[in-house]
Every structure is written in structure tokens, then in C-alpha cells.
């Protein structure tokens, strides 16, 4: 089995080589030659006669080699009926050049002409069909297989040519539906990196933001109670920094992939949000809502209430007591979230780093990089830095519509 389908691919090789077409035809001009010149002779031709004839045997062989497959098709053809009219003959090789040129035809150029050119041979043989003379016997054979071998080869090539259409369009919808599949592969891991930080680092970070505090703040507590807080705490800090592992891991082939757009909580949730926060932190947290309430698209509140969500993780976790205050402000049909808080401020490292807030810190952070994509992923933008006075600040603009993804 092996043999034989590497003897048919070392035949299809040759076949579709770009010299096959003249080497085949200079060697059915010699055949040509070679069975015109005798019969010439022994037909006893005049030299005009004799030279036409061998003109035209070289004209039913060799246009392959110099012209393209329509071109030389249609030389071919007129060549071979011009011989059978004047001289009753066509040689072997003629007739061969005449089905090779015919599939060729059909595979790469007009099916149109091919199945055309099929014409003339038809009609011949149904002309000497009346002609019952034993001279012109070979001829009506001649003519007769042509009519019946032509069209053969020319459906042939049709044929081949669908197959390796559909060949093509196959390996073309494997290659979309790979890059589909991919791309929907990476989507989703963008988003389930973004909601296992966005609402399981929450928690468990609220887990340890408690336990530090029960700790610390009931008096007598027996040291066995302490311990054991003080190891919740220990806990849910490690599993935070497996996460963050993990969710690099998740997120290392997906950058450019945008947030997923789904209306799961709203800002209507902003102040379980709040009263959350400030239970478990026991510092202020306020919320401060300005401007005429606007009706806002699912999408657009789902990302206000994660990059508030992540805002307030950042800030008990990076500035630990300090007092937040979140504003948000109606803008005529778009809404603006300001975000700040009156700890230590981003490091010195991350301030003198280079120009402008930016949106990931030095240690490897993806909090501020998902606040981002979220703005963007609703035609909106994002800032961070330092605030003025002292803190750190994050503000978002974002349209009341969502938009196509910049």
C-alpha cells in the first residue's frame, strides 16, 4: 500500500512539473514525424503537399510547449481537423496530444472552451458516417474516437479539477475552523482569568483582610484563637499568590483579547459593594453618587462594578486602614467613575518608572491591566496614579453605550 501511493505521488510530481508539458510534446512531435514522413512518401504527395502535411503534424503536437493550455488546444484542434479534411490522416501521436491537450484544458483553463473544442470531432465523425468508400475507413475511425474520447477527456479534467476545488475549500474551512476554535479558546481563558480576579481574589482576599482583623481587634482572644486566625489568614494570602500564578498562566497567550461583555451585576450592586468593603476593612468607605441617573447598557455597568470591585481589592490590599471614597457622576449619557483613596500611594519604584499613570505595576500585577481592558472593552478609557494630596486614584470615563472594542 505504501508503494503504491508513493508511486501515484511520484506520478502526480511528474505530471505537474513545469517542463512535463514541453518534454511531452517535443516527444509526440518526433512520433508525429516519424509516422507522417513515411506515409507521405508512400501516399506519394507533392513536395507543397508533403511539406503541409508534416507542418501539421508538428501543429497537432507541439503547441503545449510554447503556449498556454487554451492557446494550445485551440491550435491543436484546428490543426488536427485540417489534417483529417485535406490529408484523411492524423497520426497516434496527433490523436494523443489531441486528449492530452483536452484534459489539460479542462483542469486549468475555460471549461467552457473545453467542452467547445469537443465539437468539431463530433461533427466530423457524423459527416463520414455517410461515407461508406474503404478509403476513408481509417478516417471515420480516427474521427469516431476522437468524437468519443474527447468529450471523455475533457470530463475527465472537469472532474479533477472539482476534486481539487473541494480539496482546497476543505483544508481552507479546517484552517478558519482551527483559528475559530482558537480564538474562542483564548477568549474564554481571557475571561475566566478576569472573573477568578475579579470575584474569587475578592473574596479570598477578604477572607484575610478578616482574619487579621478578628485577630487583631478582639481583646483576650486565647492564643490557640489567635493562631488559628492568624493561619486563615496565612491561607487565603498563599492561595492569592497561587492565583495570580495561575491566572498568569491563563492569561500569557490572550493580551490582546478584549473583555468579555456579559451583565452580571450592575450598579445597583455598588452598595453591597461598599457596605462590604468597609465591614471587613472597618474603615471608611463612601459612595457618592452625582448627576441625573442615566439608563446605561448591562455591559457598561458590569464593567464600572469590576474596576470598583478591583479598586477596593487593590486598596485593602495595598494600602490596608485607608479610607476610600467612590464617586461616581452621571455625564449627560456616559457616566465617570473616580476612585480614590488616602493611603501611601503607588511606589516610588512605579511613580519615577516613566511618564503618565499606567495601567500594570512593576510586580507583576494584572488588577489594573483588567480594570483597563474592561474600559476598553465598552468604548471607555482608564487611568491610575497618584493622587493629588497624597493616595491613589483611579478614574474612568465611560459612554452609556456600549461600543466596538478599541
Known amino acids: 500500500m505504501q508503494g503504491t501511493a508513493g508511486s501515484a505521488g511520484r506520478g502526480r510530481r511528474i505530471a505537474t512539473a513545469p517542463r512535463t508539458p514541453a518534454v511531452t510534446a517535443s516527444l509526440l512531435g518526433l512520433l508525429a514525424l516519424a509516422e507522417a514522413i513515411p506515409r507521405g512518401i508512400a501516399a506519394g504527395l507533392s513536395p507543397q503537399s508533403f511539406l503541409t502535411l508534416i507542418v501539421l503534424c508538428l501543429l497537432t503536437t507541439l503547441p503545449p510547449a510554447f503556449l498556454r493550455p487554451a492557446a494550445s488546444a485551440v491550435a491543436i484542434c484546428a490543426a488536427s481537423v485540417l489534417s483529417i479534411t485535406l490529408f484523411q490522416l492524423l497520426t497516434v501521436a496527433g490523436l494523443a496530444a489531441q486528449l ?230 452621571y455625564d449627560g449619557d456616559g457616566l465617570r467613575l473616580r476612585i480614590r483613596d488616602n493611603g501611601p500611594g503607588p511606589p516610588a519604584a512605579w511613580r519615577d518608572g516613566g511618564s503618565g499613570p499606567s495601567t500594570e505595576r512593576p510586580d507583576g500585577g494584572l488588577g489594573l491591566l483588567g480594570m483597563r481592558e474592561r474600559a476598553l472593552a465598552v468604548g471607555g478609557d482608564l487611568g491610575t496614579g497618584a493622587a493629588p494630596g497624597g493616595g491613589f486614584l483611579v478614574t474612568a470615563s465611560l459612554p452609556g453605550k456600549m461600543e466596538t472594542a478599541r
Do not use: K
Not at 491537450?101 to 467547445?116: E, H, I, M, N, S
Not at 457596605?275 to 463612601?286: E, F, L, P
Open 100 to 329: 492530452i491537450a483536452a484534459g489539460r484544458l479542462a483542469r486549468r483553463g475555460p471549461q467552457a472552451l473545453a467542452v467547445a473544442l469537443s465539437v468539431p470531432f463530433l461533427i466530423l465523425a457524423l459527416a463520414g458516417a455517410t461515407d461508406t468508400g474503404s478509403a476513408h475507413a481509417e478516417t471515420r475511425v480516427v474521427t469516431i474516437v476522437l468524437a468519443g474520447l474527447v468529450p471523455v477527456a475533457t470530463c475527465a479534467g472537469i472532474a479533477w479539477r472539482a476534486r481539487a476545488e473541494a480539496a482546497e475549500h476543505s483544508a481552507v474551512r479546517e484552517v478558519i475552523a482551527g483559528t475559530i476554535f482558537e480564538n474562542t479558546a483564548r477568549g474564554e481563558r481571557a475571561r475566566i482569568s478576569r472573573e477568578l480576579h475579579d470575584v474569587v481574589a475578592h473574596h479570598i482576599s477578604m477572607i484575610a483582610v478578616q482574619a487579621e482583623t478578628a485577630r487583631l481587634a478582639t481583646p483576650d482572644m486565647p492564643a490557640a484563637g489567635a493562631q488559628r486566625l492568624l493561619s486563615i489568614g496565612d491561607t487565603a494570602r498563599a492561595a492569592l499568590t497561587e492565583m495570580r500564578r495561575l491566572l498568569g498562566v491563563l492569561r500569557e497567550d490572550t493580551e490582546t483579547e478584549t473583555a468579555a461583555r456579559q451583565p452580571q451585576p450592575g450598579l445597583r450592586q455598588l452598595n453591597e459593594l461598599v457596605d462590604s468593603a468597609r465591614d471587613a476593612t472597618g474603615a471608611g468607605t463612601r459612595l457618592i453618587v452625582s448627576g441625573p441617573p442615566a439608563a446605561l447598557d448591562p455591559g457598561v455597568e458590569l464593567a464600572a462594578y469590576r474596576i470598583v470591585q478591583e479598586a477596593l481589592t487593590n486598596s485593602r490590599r495595598h494600602a490596608p486602614g485607608a479610607a476610600v471614597d467612590v464617586e461616581l457622576r
